[in-house]
Structures are given as C-alpha cells and as structure tokens.
C-alpha cells in the first residue's frame, strides 16, 4: 500500500492519554495553526466477491520527539504543508527509505504540536477539546 495507496488524513486535533500508574489524564494535541495532516495508507477490501467495499486507513505512527514524548512514546507522523504533494506523488519511489524520510520530516512537526488537558471524554463536539480549566462537562 505504501507504493501507490498513500493518503493524507486531516484532523484539527487528536487525543492522547498520558498514564501514571493507574490514572489516565485525556490530552488534546493540535497544531499551532491550521490542520494536522497524518501520513496514511489506504486499501479497498471485501471478505468475498459478492460483500460490499470497505475503505480501510491506517495512519503511519513514530517515536514520539522529546518536547511531546512526555505524554505517550510514539505519536503520528504529521505532515506540513509543504510535503502534502510529496507524500501524494504516486511517481515517487515509495520504500522504506521513503517511509524514514517521512517520519524524518516530521520530527520537527510533531515537536512544535500542542498539548492541554481536556476534561473526560464523553459525547461528541468541540467543546471536547476545551481545556480542562474551563470547566468540567
């Protein structure tokens, strides 16, 4: 898949928990400005020749750099914007070289990103990604 199914999947923000001990703390992590673009792999599949299509996407994980290490040991590879259409050329040699130059270019990325406690997570919308100082839901 990395040589011809590669994708870039958009979020405003993702959540990673940080344990110590026996306490998970939800976090919020976004980018400065902007979206966050992780580095993906995609694939069509079915069980058999008669099942429905199912789009399935995996995005492309790293150690995590030090300033955001703190808070879980591996992190997603996050793009900027000026390797969106890198990542996407399909004429590219796509190895593991192609996959180390990527994670390479995100290091800086990923240790600009953000962090901020977030209240539990329960429901859906933005107000989850408020800080947790803001009040608890």
């Known amino acids: 898949a990395i040589v011809h199914q590669r994708a870039l999947l958009p979020a405003d923000a993702y959540y990673e928990w940080h ?9 919020a992590v976004t980018p400065a400005e902007g979206l966050l673009a992780f580095a993906g792999i995609y694939s069509w599949w079915r069980e058999s020749p008669t099942s429905e299509w199912v789009l ?13 290490a703190w808070l879980h040991d591996r992190t997603p590879v996050v793009l900027s914007e000026d390797d969106w259409s890198w990542w996407l050329n399909r004429e590219t040699a796509a190895d593991q070289a192609f996959v180390d130059d990527a994670v ?27 800080p947790a100082d803001a009040g608890r839901l």
């Open 104 to 130: 390479a270019r995100s290091i800086p990325v990923a240790s600009a990103l953000n962090t901020h406690e977030v209240n539990p997570v329960r429901g859906d919308g933005p107000q989850l990604l408020l």
């Open 19 to 27: 344990t110590e001990g026996k306490v998970k703390t939800p976090y």
């Open 56 to 68: 399935t996407a995996t995005i492309l994980t790293m150690a995590a750099p030090e300033p955001i």
